[in-house]
């Protein structure tokens, strides 16, 4: 069981994570964020479980994970403004990325356009982020994080896709300490993000995967029969692509995905 009393002890952050609710077992710790009222989501609350059973993951899939073994939690933001949410999602992506290269050394740590995590071809980490609307205001931002920490056995369909920092190390992680440092490089990005620091943009595209060469692309589900030069996200947030013809094209993240050649 997760220890929060540890957790707390560690947690160096000045707003994010410091308001922890912590629950044994819930369906969806996105859907239990969006559920609060707008008093009891503070920004920077923390929704964490050690059993989720009916989490989501992007374009309506399902996000599986052991009780007590990985890290299932979300994050409740109140930003100043309702546009480059791409941008936010693949802001605590990088955070991840940090983080696991710091602890990792010279794995290769990359993102997938728009909300995946990966070492080598084993997927480690996901995020689903949504917005809740109070009216035509944007009340909260919540993204939902499932990092793969001490799981070591997967179902059959994920044996070759999905891997944890147990299986990539041989040892077991706290996962207090973990979270801990993760949110305070999270926060960190946040702060980045608010004031729409280019630097940000400029550190996120070279992690993703296929930046700078040719990929396919599937484009609201069909996939196109050229091949276009991915040029990563621009300070907005959108996908460029530079296409056969030498011009540019941007896309939201909801319409396409990126399948390197």
């Known amino acids: 069981m997760f220890d929060s009393n540890t957790f707390e002890k560690t947690l160096q952050t000045s707003w994010l994570g410091q308001n922890l609710l912590?629950?044994?077992?819930?369906?969806?710790?996105?859907?239990y964020a969006k559920g609060l009222s707008s008093k009891e989501a503070m920004a920077g609350t923390l929704v964490l479980t050690d059993k989720q059973t009916q989490g989501k993951g992007q374009h309506a899939k399902?996000?599986?994970?052991?009780?007590?073994?990985?890290?299932?939690?979300?994050?409740?933001?109140k930003p100043p403004v309702s546009d480059r949410?791409?941008?936010l999602t693949l802001a605590c992506a990088s955070a991840i990325e940090d983080i696991l290269k710091k602890n990792l050394g010279d794995d290769a740590i990359s993102l997938k356009w728009p909300n995946d995590v990966y070492v080598g071809s084993k997927k480690i980490?996901?995020?689903?982020?949504?917005?809740?609307?109070?009216?035509?205001?944007?009340?909260?931002?919540?993204?939902?994080?499932?990092?793969?920490?001490?799981?070591?056995?997967?179902?059959q369909e994920l044996e070759e896709t999905a891997g944890s920092l147990a299986t990539i190390t041989g040892k077991s992680w706290s996962r207090e300490e973990l979270l801990a440092e993760l949110l305070t490089r999270i926060e960190h990005n946040y702060h980045r993000w608010t004031a729409s620091n280019v630097e940000l943009v400029k550190e996120i595209n070279p992690k993703l995967i296929g930046f700078g060469k040719w990929v396919h692309l599937e484009v609201e589900g069909d996939m196109q029969p050229d091949s276009f030069k991915f040029l990563g996200m621009n300070e907005s947030g959108a996908l460029q692509v530079l296409n056969k013809d030498l011009e540019v094209n941007t896309f939201a993240y909801e319409q396409v995905r990126v399948h390197p050649n």
């Open 125 to 155: 980490a996901g995020l689903l982020t949504e917005v809740v609307f109070n009216g035509s205001k944007v009340d909260r931002v919540i993204v939902g994080i499932g990092l793969n920490v001490n799981q070591t056995q997967y179902p």
């Open 85 to 87: 949410i791409t941008l």
């Open 22 to 31: 912590y629950l044994d077992e819930v369906s969806s710790t996105n859907e």
């Open 62 to 77: 399902t996000w599986s994970t052991e009780p007590n073994q990985n890290l299932t939690f979300s994050l409740v933001f």
